[in-house]
């Protein structure tokens, strides 16, 4: 077990930070349950450390802090039931390239895959497309280690109670350090990401939702210009992510980035440079598997907060939101995103 002395830690955005009294970096579910009972001897408090990607200071200890970054990789795969067993430490990333190489993919995915299984799925973390739910309604069967230390195993039959709670639990309800999730064949989609006006987005919001399987648009600040992305599946051959990866992650992080400095140090330049970062959206199509094509390079920091409403008001949730922005003069230049899903409660 990889053992730390007191270390400030901080989050992706570097919001928060903190320096807990250990780190510990557990190799076996063994060294996590003994851990569990030497804490409760001597009344100490544990937190879950992921990949650091939340906004808010749920990992913050001053205590111990236990990552399970050596507790990763796919276990199994029933290919019957087309169910996985994974470590909860497991990157998304690392976990799109494992099931791909087995023939399988998550049926839906966030923007980002940097973090850990357990982390994302967790905290509510969410896709987009109207016939989904959150990430943790892709679980099967988890494995977690209580307060107690005492090890248990839950699904929908068996502990019922405890696996319809700990699917956004935030980590409060134990240690769970393997997880059984749903997968879907590997298949090949195509990505698009195109510029229209807002009003055409009005006019044609119900087609866009209905028609495709993932679905998201941005909004800029100022702007007339919004950004659409799209995802289906195709039956055209995947073709090399390249040249468009770093195409779109030279616009969105190397120019978006001094974009985002110079309204900093110039704030009322903000209006201008939205309008400019609109008009720089590009009209692209890829082709891919989904794991290469859900998640996005982010290397502008920034902080985010999430609000959920039902998507009959999303129309005159985001007109209002356009004349607020414009009435106040709010001098920013981040965009809204507004992502498309059914919400399924957990369990």
């Known amino acids: 077990m990889l053992f730390m002395n007191q270390s400030l830690v901080k989050n992706w955005s570097e919001s928060v930070s903190?320096?807990?009294?250990?780190?510990?970096?557990?190799?076996?579910?063994?060294?996590?349950?003994?851990?569990?009972?030497?804490?409760?001897?001597?009344?100490?408090?544990?937190?879950?450390?992921?990949?650091?990607?939340?906004?808010?200071?749920?990992?913050?200890?001053?205590d111990l802090l236990i990552s399970l970054d050596r507790l990763q990789?796919?276990?199994?795969?029933?290919?019957?039931?087309?169910?996985?067993?994974?470590?909860?430490?497991?990157?998304?990333?690392?976990?799109?390239?494992?099931?791909?190489?087995?023939?399988?993919?998550?049926?839906?995915?966030?923007?980002?895959?940097?973090?850990?299984?357990?982390?994302?799925?967790?905290?509510?973390?969410?896709?987009?497309?109207?016939?989904?739910?959150?990430?943790?309604?892709?679980?099967?069967?988890v494995t977690v280690i209580l307060g107690t230390g005492e090890l248990v195993t839950c699904s929908r039959e068996i502990n019922s109670d405890l696996f319809h709670a700990i699917g956004v639990s935030f980590g409060l309800l134990g240690i769970v350090v393997k997880m059984k999730i749903r997968v879907i064949p590997l298949a090949t989609y195509e990505y698009k990401s195109k510029r229209i006006i807002v009003e055409e987005l009005k006019n044609n919001l119900e087609e866009l939702k209905t028609i495709n399987k993932h679905f998201e648009f941005y909004l800029f600040p100022y702007a007339k210009e919004i950004q659409i992305k799209t995802m289906n599946m195709t039956l055209k051959e995947s073709k090399s992510l390249k040249w468009e990866k770093w195409k779109i992650s030279t616009l969105e992080n190397n120019l978006f980035f001094l974009m985002s400095e110079m309204v900093r140090l110039f704030p009322k330049l903000s209006r201008i440079v939205s309008r400019i970062s609109a008009k720089s959206v590009p009209n692209s199509i890829m082709i891919g598997y989904?794991?290469?094509?859900?998640?996005t390079e982010r290397k502008v920091k920034f902080n985010e907060m999430e609000y959920n409403i039902p998507?009959?008001?999303?129309?005159?949730?985001?007109?209002?939101?356009?004349?607020?922005i414009e009435k106040q003069k709010y001098k920013f230049i981040f965009q809204l995103n507004v992502d498309l899903l059914k919400v399924i409660i957990f369990g």
């Open 311 to 324: 998507k009959e008001y999303m129309v005159e949730a985001f007109t209002r939101i356009i004349d607020v």
């Open 290 to 295: 989904s794991h290469e094509l859900f998640s």
């Open 18 to 62: 903190f320096s807990p009294k250990e780190i510990l970096y557990p190799n076996s579910i063994h060294e996590i349950v003994e851990i569990v009972k030497l804490a409760n001897e001597q009344n100490r408090k544990i937190r879950m450390m992921g990949s650091k990607h939340s906004f808010s200071p749920l990992i913050t200890s001053t």
């Open 73 to 141: 990789g796919l276990i199994n795969i029933d290919k019957v039931k087309q169910i996985a067993e994974i470590w909860a430490g497991t990157k998304l990333s690392t976990l799109g390239n494992e099931l791909a190489k087995q023939g399988y993919a998550q049926e839906n995915l966030g923007d980002i895959n940097v973090q850990s299984l357990a982390g994302a799925l967790l905290t509510g973390t969410h896709g987009t497309g109207n016939n989904f739910g959150i990430l943790s309604t892709q679980l099967e069967e």
